[in-house]
């Protein structure tokens, strides 16, 4: 969307919407995915897990911690990277509250 766009919605429709863009590539989702399940901070295993290049890993890490759902640590030369659980709590809250507004019940038959 165009930054010129963007003053027609909500400061949380685009809080969203930026959210979206970041979640909306299977690399990061598989990336998320993995660092959930391991349930701890991760560094060299994602290119091996993943099955990308180290750059094309950055890249989607980068995206993420742009959003705050991942944090990094550096360590010398290694960077560490975990899932931060207060911001994957509110990015839950914030789609929860999207999609829980929606009541079927009310719909009947739509279309």
């Known amino acids: 969307m165009g930054a010129t766009q963007s003053h027609l919605?909500?400061?949380e429709?685009?809080?969203l919407a930026r959210i979206a863009r970041v979640l909306a590539h299977p690399a990061r989702i598989a990336i998320l995915q993995y660092l959930i399940q391991a349930n701890a901070c991760i560094n060299g295993d994602l290119v091996q897990?993943?099955?990308l290049a180290q750059a094309t890993i950055s890249q989607h890490?980068?995206?993420l911690k742009s959003i705050g759902i991942i944090q990094g640590t550096i360590d010398g030369v290694k960077v560490s990277y975990c899932i931060d659980p207060l911001r994957l709590s509110e990015i839950k809250k914030q789609l929860n509250q999207?999609?829980?507004s929606f009541s079927s019940s009310?719909?009947?038959n739509c279309c």
């Open 61 to 63: 890490l980068r995206e």
């Open 106 to 108: 009310s719909l009947g």
């Open 98 to 100: 999207l999609f829980d």
């Open 13 to 15: 429709q685009n809080e």
């Open 49 to 51: 897990e993943i099955g």
């Open 9 to 11: 919605f909500t400061d």
